[in-house]
């Protein structure tokens, strides 16, 4: 398998030098090569601004940025670059001819084994690599903008691309802190593009009609549905002429007249001060009052369809459609979910609606979704629809995972578009969950943890609380705080051994659930800290408490009143964390432990934990004392008399918590 060390950036434009940054930060040497010295200047310039804003905010040492930056070089030289590259990432203009040619140079100096990857994000990477002499090494990688936030990569394979180099790709993008999506089948837009441009698209069609107003519809997806712009403003955001050549080249939806008009008078929104918003005094104001008044299932019904045929053509299952789109576009939730929340008989009934008023091929419901009618697969109403669900209560937020066999159980806060930050709506859920894990006798240990690779939690989720005009008042506020603060308490009264399994950013509420936790196991390259002091806010759920037990009195106060950000191997040295581990050995480090600790004496687990929570903070006498009931109770059980005789039989206990 080829090992990556040299990678190739074409193009030092918005993609290009972010490409180029994350790869650098990573610990790769990168190349990146324009064809204009101003071109290299600006995107040099880029990068210096964006890594010394992180100093700037503590999220880097400066001496870091500097080794970032020390490992880019700019060249003019298309040789230089492309000489002893192992990959090469081509980010130049969306036209298939630039493309084409670009590579056709670049193979001249590439060494036989260099994967070449396209950074397109929708055209055929079938076609481009046909091109090239290497269409088996030939793949797409399409990362999102901005790319040092956006932690989205789709790995698209084309017709013959090797499925070597597709692991290669896909392991290559899990480095560099991204998620990556694999995209099996090359298809036009891929999955992210394929959905969102017709939503976009559709959405002006509808402004077209009269059937509302942009306003309308942007506040009905922003304020009921929780999307971080609506199609409209995302439209304005994006740039209409993105839009428009993406309705030329691919798109599943005609593009509608008002684009073609404000296309060719070069209103193309943000970029230009003027789009469907006027943008001159900065983002546009959604009046929340007009929520409601526009029915976001004619956006949403086809979506769903989009990624039914996707399923359908083998490009992607829908929890990978769901991810791309969650992590891709910020969308509160994936089309597969909002398809069985809905129903997919109401959604069958919007599209063969909207099929008759507009005609559209992509609004004919699918044979899958047809299929899945039938069957009464109808969605969560139904317990089966794109996903199966079980009679018990579902989370939203969470997901709970349990091992019978192990006695270990998951709770992964899913929330991953939002780097898995803690709703109040979250908090419940953790609660319930952390009750019925109580009473489940099947259960040992349980471990918490954060979906995908780039967060633990980041903390509570401001964005989302921020909507309500009133959220930061005084009896707001401290409503946030008593919940956050009974809810972590409960973790840290709960009668079986808890571990924070802290995959990536932990910070300000994120920590504090950490802390409630009591073993913290951590990957190296992730990030822990109470930050909320970088917005004049302190920490309300329990670190000021918490975390001088753990780290002593001077470094708590280091740590909060600079709202610190530390790495892993600090962490672990100053005991805010048992262990830091290297990231491909964190998942088998932190299943060790609590296979450890399931194996242990539950009742007597449950007995030292008490004894050492409640004891810590108390005069020793009196902790003395505690100590002397716990220790009374664990004598009671028969797992001692297990434990003993196991002892002088020279063979392993088997504890049953009796």
């Not at 804003?53 to 870091?64: G, P, R, S």
């Not at 709506?425 to 953790?430: G, I, M, S």
């Not at 633990?456 to 008042?473: E, H, I, K, R, V």
């Amino acid at each position: 398998m080829v090992k990556i060390s040299k990678i190739a950036v074409l193009g030092a434009g918005a993609m290009g030098h972010g490409i180029a940054q994350v790869c650098a930060a990573a610990g790769y040497n990168v190349w990146v090569r324009d064809i204009q010295q101003e071109f290299l200047d600006r995107g040099k310039t880029a990068i210096e601004k964006n890594l010394f804003k992180a100093v700037e905010k503590k999220k880097l040492t400066e001496e870091k940025a500097k080794e970032i930056l020390g490992r880019i070089k700019f060249t003019l030289n298309l040789g230089e670059a492309i000489k002893d590259a192992d990959l090469v990432i081509e980010a130049v203009p969306e036209v298939m001819d630039i493309k084409k040619q670009v590579f056709s140079e670049v193979q001249k100096y590439a060494k036989p084994e260099c994967i070449f990857a396209s950074n397109t994000s929708g055209l055929s990477i079938t076609e481009l690599g046909n091109s090239t002499d290497r269409p088996e090494k030939f793949v797409g990688l399409h990362f999102f903008n901005p790319v040092p936030v956006m932690q989205l990569v789709e790995v698209i394979k084309g017709e013959k691309t090797s499925d070597e180099v597709v692991k290669i790709c896909v392991e290559f993008v899990k480095s560099i802190g991204k998620t990556p999506v694999v995209v099996k089948k090359d298809v036009p837009g891929f999955i992210v593009n394929r959905i969102l441009v017709p939503y976009l698209t559709l959405a002006i069609h509808d402004v077209d009609k009269d059937l509302a107003k942009p306003e309308e519809i942007d506040a009905t997806f922003v304020y009921k549905f929780g999307f971080p712009m609506g199609p409209i403003e995302l439209s304005d955001f994006v740039g209409l002429d993105i839009l428009y050549f993406a309705g030329q080249q691919w798109s599943l939806v005609p593009t509608a007249e008002s684009l073609k008009k404000k296309f060719n008078s070069k209103e193309l929104g943000m970029k230009t001060g003027k789009g469907y918003y006027d943008w001159s005094a900065g983002r546009p104001q959604i009046p929340k009052e007009l929520a409601g008044r526009y029915d976001a299932l004619r956006l949403i019904a086809p979506m769903v369809n989009i990624a039914a045929e996707l399923i359908e053509m083998g490009v992607a299952d829908a929890k990978e459609i769901d991810t791309a789109m969650k992590l891709g576009t910020n969308m509160p939730k994936g089309p597969c979910e909002f398809g069985d929340e809905f129903g997919l008989d109401v959604v069958m009934e919007k599209l063969n609606s909207l099929y008759k008023e507009y005609g559209f091929k992509i609004l004919k419901p699918v044979e899958l979704m047809q299929k899945m009618f039938k069957e009464n697969k109808l969605g969560k109403k139904a317990g089966e629809g794109f996903y199966k669900y079980a009679q018990q209560q579902e989370f939203r937020n969470i997901i709970v995972e349990k091992d019978a066999k192990t006695k270990i159980a998951k709770i992964i806060i899913n929330v991953p578009q939002k780097l898995n930050a803690l709703s109040l709506e979250t908090l419940d859920e953790l609660f319930e969950a952390f009750r019925k894990l109580e009473k489940d006798d099947d259960v040992r240990v349980v471990i918490v943890t954060g979906a995908g690779d780039k967060a633990f939690s980041a903390g509570f989720d401001l964005q989302t609380a921020m909507q309500d005009p009133n959220a930061l008042t005084p009896a707001n506020s401290m409503m946030i705080a008593a919940k956050g603060e009974w809810v972590f308490t409960q973790i840290e009264r709960f009668p079986k051994p808890v571990i924070a399994a802290i995959n990536g950013y932990a910070f300000g509420g994120g920590c504090e659930l950490a802390l409630a936790c009591d073993f913290r196991i951590m990957k190296k390259g992730a990030k822990i800290g109470l930050t909320e002091l970088s917005l004049a806010l302190i920490p309300g759920w329990g670190g000021t408490q918490r975390l001088p037990k753990l780290v002593g009195m001077t470094k708590a106060k280091e740590l909060i009143m600079l709202a610190k950000r530390i790495d892993a191997e600090e962490a672990e040295k100053i005991g805010l964390i048992n262990k830091a581990v290297d990231p491909d050995k964190f998942e088998e480090e932190v299943m060790n432990l609590a296979k450890q600790l399931a194996e242990m004496a539950p009742i007597s687990l449950r007995a030292a934990k008490y004894a050492i929570n409640f004891g810590y903070s108390l005069p020793p006498e009196i902790g003395q004392v505690i100590e002397a009931g716990m220790f009374a109770v664990a004598t009671s059980t028969q797992d001692v008399v297990e434990g003993i005789n196991a002892f002088f039989q020279k063979r392993k206990p088997e504890f049953k918590g009796r």
